[in-house]
């Protein structure tokens, strides 16, 4: 699997362009599933208009980019339904866009599905994720950004795709707390390898390279 890890969206051309290079063709070509899961577990974001602003592409750059078809992956129906129901269009998709929000609520919910067993066999799809969409894939987000708790008292643990942190939305004019200071405090709580990123930055993971992408401001933390 292909990541591109974003703190705000595809939001620039520089973005925009590493997309393409990960799909290996235009978007218009591509078909997307988006998941919204995440929206609902975080106290400012969900549930309610914001996922509806996600689905629809009305609030960020990621449903709305003019992909060939875009469809929904609901995670936390998917236990309810057989997985032959599911697995199939996840497996002939070639993107998939999850929003941001509780990244802890979000690395449950791929297990509960069974969609976290099933991402090491996507070699061809790409995963687009934005702020908590792209935590999920570290192996921890940091106590700062728990605002959900799990019943298997995981704590901060993510998924650990990657072997690194991010520390999203740095120095955004709305989330004065996301300052360079605050993300070398959350950083040394770790214990390993971290980047802040503001909402023009991405990092993009494709087979055993990592890239930063960026028209803006970001740090490679030890």
């Known amino acids: 699997m292909k990541l591109l890890l974003t703190s705000g969206g595809v939001r620039n051309s520089t973005i925009h362009a590493a997309l393409v290079d990960l799909l290996g063709r235009p ?12 929206l609902y577990g975080h106290p400012w974001v969900g549930p309610g208009v ?10 960020d750059d990621m449903t709305g980019l003019g992909w060939k078809s875009v469809g929904v992956l609901e995670l936390t129906a998917l236990p309810s339904i057989p997985q032959e129901r599911w697995v199939p269009l996840v497996r002939e998709t070639d993107v998939l866009l999850a929003a941001g929000g509780d990244a802890v609520y979000l690395a449950y919910w791929m297990r509960q599905s069974g969609l976290a067993d099933l991402l090491p066999s996507l ?3 790409v995963y687009v994720g ?33 072997d690194f942190s991010i520390f999203p939305h740095l120095d955004h004019p709305e989330l004065t707390e996301n300052t ?11 214990g390993g390898p971290a980047y802040a990123i503001d909402d023009e930055t991405a990092i993009v993971v494709d087979g055993g390279g990592v890239d930063v992408v960026s028209q803006g401001t970001w740090r490679r933390l030890a």
């Open 27 to 38: 978007v218009a070509d591509c078909t997307a599933l988006c998941i919204p899961t995440a």
């Open 50 to 59: 914001n996922a509806w602003n996600f689905i629809t592409g009305r609030s």
């Open 123 to 125: 070699d061809g799809t």
């Open 130 to 162: 934005m702020s908590g969409g792209s935590m999920v894939m570290t192996p921890r987000v940091g106590r700062e950004f728990v605002g959900w708790t799990s019943p298997d008292g995981g704590g901060d643990t993510a998924l650990g795709v990657v």
């Open 180 to 190: 360079a200071a605050a993300a070398e405090r959350w950083a040394a709580g770790l």
